[in-house]
Nanobody, 120 residues
Framework: QVQLVESGGGLVQAGGSLTLSCVVS??????????MAWYRQAPGKERDFVAS????????SYADAVKGRFTISRDNAKSMVYLQMNNLKPEDTATYYC???????????WGQGTQVTVSA
């Protein structure tokens, strides 16, 4: 069974940086290629797309709100995906979720989330 576990969240001052990590366990690579993404959900709001990266890492996409500040990357050998977050703002405060999308079936797996809090 494939599981996703996020880590790296915490409390940071505005202007600071954090790197989130997500490990994909359960030998996911043996089931085919998959796209990885980060989403976030602030209290009382919907879960929003943040960034995505394809299997090869050659194609990435970002929400307008984070372009130029966040960078998504992955290491397939380690079954890891990362989100480097720079110049954090209070409006980046949210629970950040890792999402896996199987390229063939479109089915998805989600992690449990990691909290990021940015103080003004």
């Amino acid at each position: 069974q494939v599981q996703l576990v996020e880590s790296g969240g915490g409390l940071v001052q505005a202007g600071g940086s954090l790197t989130l990590s997500c490990v994909v366990s359960g030998r996911a690579f043996s089931f085919g290629s998959y796209t990885m993404a980060w989403y976030r959900q602030a209290p009382g709001k919907e879960r929003d797309f943040v960034a995505s990266i394809n299997w090869s890492g050659g194609s990435t996409s970002y929400a307008d709100a984070v372009k130029g500040r966040f960078t998504i990357s992955r290491d397939n050998a380690k079954s890891m995906v990362y989100l480097q977050m720079n110049n954090l703002k209070p409006e980046d405060t949210a629970t950040y979720y890792c999402k896996l999308v199987w390229d063939v079936t479109g089915l998805t797996n989600w992690g449990q989330g990691t909290q990021v809090t940015v103080s003004a």
